[in-house]
């Protein structure tokens, strides 16, 4: 006769049971994450970018933006602090060498030329004044000297006959040093009145010559505010096109402010635009390639200007095809600075799988299963990058994002 089992048994028989089915489930769960691991998720071929590796060459490029300006560009400036009088030219039309652009209020450097010009004639009638007064100096000291002489003469005689008549006992010895007194305060006379005359030539001489001086400073302030009055009517520097003109009539302008700027027509350079981290990288001479839409025009670097603002370096290219019909003033341009080339290399279109250079896991598509590999990535000019290591001739790759599938080591390729 069956005996009922204890209560004790029943819920140990439970528990052992529900322990089997945990891990029956378990392992489930497990072989399937392992069968995923395995196969892998599935993707449509149409929605990603497939790309297959050849052989050839590449050239490592900076990538810089660019602007086209002219090869030769002038600015005309302000030479004074005034306002526009007059504009006789239009933004855009082709000038010729000295053809007049503009007018300035002229009338502060009118007002200056005639105030120099009043002291310069003060100065030449200082001079005048000067050479005068020397001459008429002159003459009072020549007439004074003339007549010294006249009475040294008489002294002199007056003395030579006290000195007979003093041997006679004529005169006596009082009488006799009395004339020659009388010599010797004529004779000092006289040559006091001869250094005279040159003390009034060298003194009237030197102010003469500090106004000859003064007046030599004021023709050349003249020249320049002639000078000045010359550039108020701002002329063409040479033949070409008026790409810049101050064109408000009335308008302020300051010393020194861009009034026009002329350009030569059909006669183009690059200045390109980069970040002061390639800066190191860069020298002039090196091979560039200049894109516009489908046009591609060859060049080299001239010039790297050495001042570097905001983290941006800029250099100046000159174009194998300077006057290429594409080319216009400001236009935006991609420029390619080739830094390194090579040939009989490993290439691939260039896409979001690959993120510089060095060691990568993208994704080798073979038999319809893409299968995680890790290349070896070298050089790249936006395009197509070069592949070092990993992968060989034929081999086809995804190129597109494929970051959701990052933590997966085979993807099927569901066509």
């Given at each position: 006769?069956?005996?009922p089992l204890?209560?004790h048994?029943?819920?140990?028989?439970?528990?052992?049971i529900?322990?089997v089915?945990?891990?029956v489930?378990?392992?489930?769960?497990?072989?399937?994450?392992?069968?995923?691991?395995?196969?892998?998720a599935?993707?449509?071929?149409?929605?990603?970018?497939?790309?297959?590796?050849?052989?050839?060459?590449?050239?490592?490029?900076?990538?810089?933006s660019?602007?086209?300006?002219?090869?030769?560009?002038?600015?005309v400036?302000s030479?004074?602090?005034?306002?526009?009088?007059?504009?006789?030219?239009?933004?855009?039309?082709?000038?010729q060498a000295?053809d007049l652009?503009?007018?300035?209020?002229?009338?502060?450097?009118?007002?200056?030329?005639?105030?120099?010009?009043?002291?310069?004639?003060?100065?030449e009638?200082?001079?005048?004044?000067?050479?005068?007064?020397?001459?008429q100096?002159?003459?009072q000291?020549?007439?004074?000297?003339?007549?010294?002489?006249?009475?040294l003469?008489?002294?002199?005689?007056?003395?030579?006959?006290y000195?007979?008549?003093?041997?006679?006992?004529?005169?006596?010895?009082?009488?006799?040093?009395?004339?020659?007194?009388?010599?010797?305060?004529?004779?000092?006379?006289?040559r006091?009145?001869?250094?005279?005359?040159?003390?009034?030539?060298?003194a009237?001489?030197?102010?003469?010559?500090?106004?000859?001086?003064?007046?030599?400073i004021?023709?050349?302030?003249?020249q320049e505010?002639?000078?000045?009055?010359?550039?108020t009517a701002?002329?063409?520097?040479?033949?070409?096109?008026?790409?810049?003109?101050?064109?408000?009539?009335?308008?302020?302008?300051?010393?020194?402010?861009?009034?026009?700027r002329?350009?030569?027509?059909?006669?183009?350079?690059?200045?390109?635009?980069?970040?002061?981290?390639h800066?190191?990288?860069?020298?002039?001479?090196?091979?560039?390639?200049?894109?516009q839409?489908?046009?591609?025009?060859?060049?080299?670097v001239?010039t790297?200007?050495?001042?570097?603002?905001n983290?941006?370096?800029?250099?100046?290219?000159?174009?194998?095809e300077?006057?290429?019909a594409?080319?216009r003033?400001?236009?935006?341009?991609?420029?390619?600075?080739?830094t390194?080339?090579?040939?009989?290399?490993?290439?691939v279109?260039?896409?979001?799988a690959?993120?510089?250079?060095?060691?990568q896991?993208?994704?080798?598509?073979?038999?319809?299963?893409?299968?995680?590999?890790t290349?070896?990535i070298?050089?790249g000019d936006?395009?197509?990058?070069e592949?070092?290591?990993?992968?060989?001739?034929?081999?086809?790759?995804?190129?597109?994002?494929?970051?959701r599938y990052?933590?997966?080591?085979?993807?099927?390729?569901?066509h």
């Amino acid at each position: 006769m069956d005996q009922p089992l204890s209560p004790h048994i029943t819920v140990r028989r439970r528990a052992t049971i529900a322990l089997v089915v945990a891990a029956v489930l378990a392992t489930v769960c497990l072989a399937a994450w392992g069968l995923n691991r395995a196969v892998g998720a599935s993707v449509a071929a149409d929605s990603v970018t497939i790309a297959t590796v050849r052989a050839g060459g590449i050239a490592n490029t900076i990538n810089a933006s660019g602007i086209v300006i002219p090869v030769h560009e002038e600015q005309v400036a302000s030479p004074i602090q005034s306002r526009v009088a007059k504009v006789h030219a239009r933004l855009g039309q082709q000038v010729q060498a000295g053809d007049l652009l503009l007018e300035l209020d002229n009338r502060s450097v009118v007002l200056a030329i005639d105030n120099i010009r009043e002291q310069l004639a003060l100065q030449e009638n200082r001079i005048v004044a000067l050479t005068q007064e020397l001459d008429q100096k002159r003459k009072q000291l020549v007439s004074a000297i003339e007549l010294l002489q006249l009475d040294l003469q008489a002294t002199r005689v007056r003395l030579g006959r006290y000195q007979t008549l003093r041997k006679a006992g004529g005169v006596s010895a009082e009488d006799l040093l009395t004339a020659e007194l009388n010599v010797q305060r004529n004779e000092i006379a006289l040559r006091q009145q001869q250094e005279l005359i040159e003390d009034s030539r060298r003194a009237t001489s030197t102010n003469i010559d500090g106004a000859r001086l003064q007046k030599n400073i004021l023709n050349k302030q003249l020249q320049e505010q002639q000078q000045l009055l010359a550039q108020t009517a701002v002329r063409a520097p040479f033949a070409g096109m008026l790409s810049s003109l101050l064109a408000d009539e009335g308008a302020s302008v300051a010393i020194g402010q861009m009034l026009a700027r002329v350009s030569e027509p059909n006669n183009y350079k690059v200045e390109a635009s980069l970040s002061d981290f390639h800066a190191r990288a860069l020298d002039p001479g090196q091979a560039v390639l200049v894109e516009q839409g489908n046009v591609k025009l060859r060049g080299v670097v001239q010039t790297i200007l050495p001042e570097i603002q905001n983290g941006t370096v800029k250099l100046l290219v000159v174009l194998d095809e300077p006057h290429h019909a594409m080319l216009r003033n400001k236009l935006r341009v991609e420029v390619n600075i080739i830094t390194e080339q090579k040939k009989n290399t490993l290439l691939v279109d260039a896409g979001p799988a690959f993120n510089g250079r060095g060691p990568q896991d993208v994704f080798v598509v073979r038999d319809g299963v893409a299968r995680k590999t890790t290349l070896d990535i070298g050089a790249g000019d936006g395009k197509v990058v070069e592949i070092l290591q990993g992968a060989r001739a034929g081999d086809r790759l995804i190129t597109s994002d494929t970051s959701r599938y990052q933590d997966r080591d085979t993807v099927r390729i569901d066509h």
